[in-house]
Nanobody, 123 residues
Framework: VQLQASGGGLVQAGGALRLSCAAS????????MGWFRQTPGKEREFVAA????????LYGDSVKGRFIISRDNAKNTVYLQMNGLKPEDTAVYYC?????????????????WGQGTQVTVSS
């Protein structure tokens, strides 16, 4: 499975962005999917995850109530709607496909990773 993340960019604090993660094949429809983010010198941080059918979603504490993860299996695409952006949300955002159908916060629960898309939030 190849994953292509897009939608990053520069936005002012309080603004919104929607990230997309397109998968190369339908196999990804059987997988849980997740979003992580990383800044230089720090470990990859869990942002959000969604189960194969969208029935379960998980969020990191720092984004809960502001970000929404969703998926469209007909388009092999997962989305991350980011609202109320803060400067501390600045990072490279990565999408990932899980080892199984469930949603998980653990980095080790993911086997395929996209290339990342930069999100920069100015104050």
């Amino acid at each position: 499975v190849q994953l292509q993340a897009s939608g990053g960019g520069l936005v002012q604090a309080g603004g919104a962005l929607r990230l997309s993660c397109a998968a190369s094949r339908r196999t990804s429809n059987n997988n849980g999917m997740g979003w992580f983010r990383q800044t230089p010198g720090k470990e990859r941080e869990f942002v959000a995850a969604i189960s194969w059918n969208g029935g379960t979603t998980l969020y990191g504490d720092s984004v809960k109530g502001r970000f929404i993860i969703s998926r469209d299996n007909a388009k092999n695409t997962v989305y991350l709607q980011m609202n109320g952006l803060k400067p501390e949300d600045t990072a490279v955002y990565y999408c990932a496909a899980g080892r199984g159908a469930w949603a998980t916060r653990a980095v080790t629960g993911y086997v395929y990773w996209g290339q990342g898309t930069q999100v920069t939030v100015s104050s």
